[in-house]
């Protein structure tokens, strides 16, 4: 053979293995789009925002649902397939248009499983007092109420509920508030604004109620605010706050009563009045004159005696005011009605000296001396009469919670006669 002829024969064994090469490639692209193709499925998502609770009837399922198509890979585990699946079925929870369906989402009975020893209780809640919607189904929150006292006039605040089950939440949209100009919301200035599905509410919250729980809720539906706290979500970081709150907490029969605004049971608030208490003493004072020369004798104590509180800063060591300073004495100087009897005003003897009282303290001081004014000195040439005796005097200043009187004696041979009640202020203070 010639080398020519086994040239060309080599170039066409070439050429045929790269053809074959080529047509295999594109038969292998080929298979792989139609097994794309074949992995894509058509399930109904909705096709607008369905609240909970919804019944969706075999006439109505195409206003609210619509098949899409979706990548096998993408899909999530469980799945509502096909929509005679959501035939006469209610949704358990708020479904977002677009949203694909979980077989848990639809229920024939229409009802939410609660835990078990719990009920389902909805309470009102608006969207800025529930967490601004942030508390989904599943979560766990604490609910704090304000509930306002007629008596104490003031609101009282308090955990309610700590670490109760969301079960369910009612939201909606709404559509935002038209501009003057007609036109739909949006900063003002601006010509419309976001869809009627731009803004999110909130109307109900579903919880998981013990019995007693539902009692308690049921009583703050009567006047009180419910809000939310919604803690970390994360357990470690959750527990930490609900100890807390628990701590705050008052008791279930404190709560009803703060609902009941019953406070018979509280002690009353301390004064902040800040002046000291002052402490008094029974002290015996006459009810009226008792003269001078008098025995005072238990007879004489009830009948013209009488017990009066005085500060006890009043009542000093001078002070006859116990029955064994009375009884068996004698008054050697009158002894004035409603004051508190010196103790030199007493003797054992009846013809007993009177030494002037010097006491100490609020009780009083005693001086001695002649003011200007009680000597009667004669108009007449002075240097031609002869002077009149000086009087000598003694004067008890007692001060008592009506004010401070002064008393007025004569010291004379025969002892001190009482002459009466002075003005205070003047020299013979």
């Given at each position: 053979m ?13 050429c ?22 074949e ?6 998502v909705?096709a607008r ?22 990548p096998k890979?993408?899909?999530p ?20 248009m677009?949203e ?10 229409g ?5 078990d ?30 509930k306002k ?15 109760i ?20 919301g949006?900063?003002?200035?601006q ?5 009627a599905?731009?803004f ?11 019995p ?23 357990e470690?970081?959750?527990d ?16 009803r ?41 238990d ?8 017990l ?16 064994k300073?009375?009884?068996?004495k ?25 030494n002037?009282?010097?006491s ?10 002649v003011?200007?004014?009680d ?11 002869p002077?009149p ?41």
């Amino acid at each position: 053979m010639k080398q020519k002829n086994l040239i060309l024969i080599v170039v066409a064994v070439v050429c045929g293995a790269v053809a074959a090469v080529l047509v295999a490639t594109q038969l292998s692209a080929k298979g792989t789009k139609a097994a794309k193709v074949e992995e894509m499925v058509d399930i109904p998502v909705a096709a607008r925002d369905i609240a909970i609770g919804t019944r969706i009837p075999a006439k109505d399922v195409e206003q609210y649902f619509t098949m899409k198509k979706f990548p096998k890979e993408a899909l999530p585990q469980a799945y509502v397939a096909d929509t005679q699946e959501i035939v006469d079925k209610r949704t358990m929870r708020p479904i977002r248009m677009g949203e694909t369906l979980n077989p848990a989402d639809i229920s024939a009975t229409g009802f939410i499983q609660p835990p078990d020893g719990h009920s389902l209780m909805t309470a009102p809640i608006t969207l800025e007092r529930g967490a601004s919607g942030f508390a989904l189904p599943g979560t766990r929150v604490t609910v704090l109420a304000t509930k306002k006292s007629q008596k104490k006039n003031m609101d009282i605040v308090f955990p309610l509920f700590v670490d109760i089950l969301v079960l369910a939440v009612d939201t909606f949209p709404s559509a935002p508030p038209a501009q003057p100009n007609g036109q739909g919301g949006g900063q003002p200035g601006q010509g419309g604004g976001a869809t009627a599905a731009g803004f999110q509410n909130m109307s109900m919250v579903s919880f998981a109620v013990t019995p007693e729980d539902s009692v308690l809720m049921n009583m703050a539906a009567d006047g009180a605010t419910l809000r939310f706290a919604l803690p970390d979500q994360d357990e470690k970081k959750k527990d930490a706050v609900v100890e807390e709150y628990k701590k705050m907490r008052p008791s279930t029969d404190k709560i009803r009563k703060i609902f009941g605004d019953d406070w018979s049971d509280e002690k009353p608030t301390p004064s902040e009045d800040p002046t000291p208490k002052v402490e008094v003493l029974k002290v015996k004072v006459p009810t009226e004159k008792i003269e001078e020369g008098t025995e005072i004798t238990d007879e004489l104590l009830e009948k013209k005696f009488k017990l009066v509180d005085f500060p006890k800063t009043f009542v000093v060591d001078g002070a006859a005011y116990e029955d064994k300073d009375l009884i068996g004495k004698f008054a050697v100087a009158d002894l004035a009605a409603g004051m508190i009897a010196p103790k030199d005003h007493l003797a054992k003897t009846k013809k007993a000296k009177v030494n002037p009282v010097v006491s100490t303290g609020e009780f009083a001081a005693t001086k001695t001396g002649v003011p200007e004014n009680d000597v009667a000195y004669p108009k007449a040439d002075t240097d031609t009469l002869p002077v009149p005796a000086r009087k000598e005097y003694t004067y008890v200043k007692i001060v008592t919670p009506q004010g401070t009187v002064v008393h007025k004696y004569e010291v004379t041979a025969k002892g001190n006669v009482y002459v009466g009640v002075v003005t205070p202020g003047l020299d013979n203070e």
